[in-house]
């Protein structure tokens, strides 16, 4: 009797739970690919579903410009929910971030939807494989939960994705339209691919210049996944891309990365031609700059892929393509989606080969850095303000550095002449050091010239940070560690003097515009050289700034500024 009273009890329970869970045509009121999803929809239907499964954990890590949420939403087991912290903290044991040896092998797979606004496929295709993973009544993929965790970013530039939405709802036929010259098939500028700011949130991963990225790259580090999805669209005329990528691939991508791309796109490969639907690898997406959603994550030990289908932001609910057959909505959520669950079906498999290469690649890194050149010098010289531009996005990807500590002599590249020479560096001069858990990514930033094994790239084939900075760098082929913590000096409190006619400042550094910005923003009148000049035996170049209103200055300007 007592056992008859358990299965009525668990039956009852998984039925409650069952019934809680709404597919996302249940909640939205309309099946995926009859239109696009306004973002706080999407928002609401993860929520919904995280409210009502053991099997999901939400995990807001932001918000756009424009205030909309930014999450993951992060699936497993529910055994694994119940041990997501030690999981997560495990892993980050592999990459040398935290001490002690991890316990738990299971694979981290994040997926990432979305990111160019317009391509607004893929939010919809996220909502359609995350309920495939959740469903309560759908078994045919709980078993790959067991090994592996699943983040999803359904929409990483919300702001770009409701630009497109609001404007298609706005222009779309009451019945399909798939005549490209149909006004829903030409979205004006700006469009929704950038973010607020119209950044291209898809070249802004090293650099972090916006928001939403410094956000997600926050939550990337505390989880450091083995394996990073970027879904995407293209041309309406390809059909669909996935990996293995094209050359260039970058000399520091491991013999198992190329490998596991090899196996990932053979497994996709199969489950396209069972349907007989068109595909491509090889040709297009090489993995050279170091900015994009696929070249980051596999600089940093993880397996990084593109995923593009055709469509974009012209294809809309269903355009023809120059085949002259008509590109829907529905076909396009469908093949992201089969992309997605090949993803989560090789990670499962492939758990172990994953956590083990990714171990061995932190171990490399910090114990046998595989680039030229092992340690890089920063010279502080007489412009500090170039060097702490550089030195905060080192910051923010997690990359050490520290003072040298003495003065000594060195032998290294000179990034100015491009030529190796001898130097003397002083004990305030930065080192970055190459035997570190972040040390692939930091030869990559550093490195002086990219090396191409294909004439044709895709997009930007340099980027050194010397370069970029404007500060004076030597590159050297042995390690060189720094003797202490780096200091940076103190802010300074800035004060009128007696007798003062004016202050001039240099214009010279990132930070001077925005010692601008704050002079303007108090209503402070500056003025600007146009030619050099030179006062008190001082010289100041063209550009330097001035201004003449000291009592505004001392009751109102920015006293931050060093």
Known sequence: MMKKNLYTFLFLLLSTLAYGQKSPEEFLGYPLGERFTPHHRVVAYFEHVAANSPLVELQYYGESYEHRPLFVAVISSEANMGRLEQIREDNLKRTGFLSGSPETGLAINWMQYNVHGNEAVATEAAMMTFWDLVNPEDTRYKAWLENQVVLIDPCANPDGKDRYTIWYNQKQNKRLQPDPQSVEHSEPWPGGRPNHYLLDLNRDWAWQTQQETKQRLELYHQWMPHLFVDFHEQGINDPFYFAPAAKPVHKQVTGFQREFQEIYGKNTAEKFDAQGWLYFTKERFDLL??????????????????????????????????????????????????????????????????????????????????????????????????????????????????????????????????????????????????????????????????????????????????????????????????????????????????????????WRASVHPRFLAALLDKKVRVRYASYPFELDGKKHPAGALSSTEMEMIKSQASTRWS
């Open 289 to 506: 700059y170091p900015a994009y959603g696929d070249t980051y994550p596999m600089y940093n030990g993880a397996i990084g892929m593109t995923i593009e289908k055709g469509g974009s932001g012209r294809a809309g609910l269903g355009m023809l393509n120059a085949l002259k057959d008509t590109v829907t909505l529905k076909e396009r959520i469908e093949h992201q989606h089969i992309a997605g669950i090949s993803a989560v079906e090789v990670a499962a498999k492939e758990a172990q080969k994953l956590t083990d290469n990714f171990t061995a690649f932190f171990k490399d890194n910090r114990e046998n850095p595989q680039g030229k050149y092992k340690s890089f010098i920063l010279k502080v010289g007489d412009q500090p303000e170039r060097l702490r531009g550089l030195l905060e996005l080192l910051d923010l990807n997690k990359v050490h550095y520290g003072e040298l500590g003495r003065k000594a002599t060195f032998s290294g590249l000179d990034y100015q002449t491009g030529k190796v020479r001898s130097f003397t560096a002083e004990a305030k001069d930065i080192v970055v050091s190459a035997d570190q858990p972040k040390s692939v990514l930091a030869q990559i930033l550093f490195e002086p010239e990219a090396v191409l094994e294909d004439s044709l790239t895709y997009d930007i084939t340099s980027w050194a940070l010397p370069y970029a900075h404007g500060v004076e760098a030597y590159a050297l082929d042995r390690v060189i560690r720094p003797e202490r913590e780096f200091e940076a000096a103190a802010f300074r409190q800035n004060e009128v003097q007696p007798g003062t006619l004016a202050y001039i400042s240099p």
